[in-house]
């Protein structure tokens, strides 16, 4: 079974940076492309970034793109999130989540991911 703990979440101004850590265990974590995900209150939970299996193919939306910088280090079983820029509207619990079936792409839909962590709080003041 599939764990994941996040953590490197806090408050920060707007302008700062923070770096989310994901750390996996239980599956051969270099065999899955990765996702972060986040929600904010009374919103729906939306895609910020993904990486492939092999670390060779990122992806991100729009509204942190040139900001975030998702990477993964395969020896240490572990994901990232570089966050710079921060602005209010990045507020959310954010999600890292692995994708279902080894070797398959990354994928911007939540759907397609199969093992969750608990999240960790970004708040970001104005």
């Known amino acids: 079974q599939v764990q994941l703990v996040e953590s490197g979440g806090g408050l920060v101004q707007a302008g700062g940076s923070l770096r989310l850590s994901c750390a996996a265990s239980?599956?051969?974590?270099?065999?899955?492309?990765m996702g972060w995900f986040r929600q904010a209150p009374g919103k729906e939970r939306e895609f910020v970034a993904a990486?492939?299996?092999?670390?060779?193919?990122?992806f991100y939306a729009d509204s942190v793109k040139g900001r975030f910088t998702i990477s993964r280090d395969n020896a240490k079983n572990t994901m990232y999130l570089q966050m710079n820029s921060l602005k209010p509207d990045d507020t959310a619990v954010y999600y890292c989540?692995?994708?279902?079936?080894?070797?398959?792409?990354?994928?911007?839909?939540?759907?397609?991911?199969?093992?969750w962590g608990q999240g960790t709080q970004v708040t970001v003041s104005s």
């Open positions: 990486i492939s299996w092999s670390g060779g193919s990122t």
């Open positions: 989540a692995e994708r279902a079936g080894a070797y398959s792409s990354a994928s911007y839909f939540s759907n397609n991911y199969d093992s």
């Open positions: 239980g599956r051969a974590f270099s065999r899955y492309a």
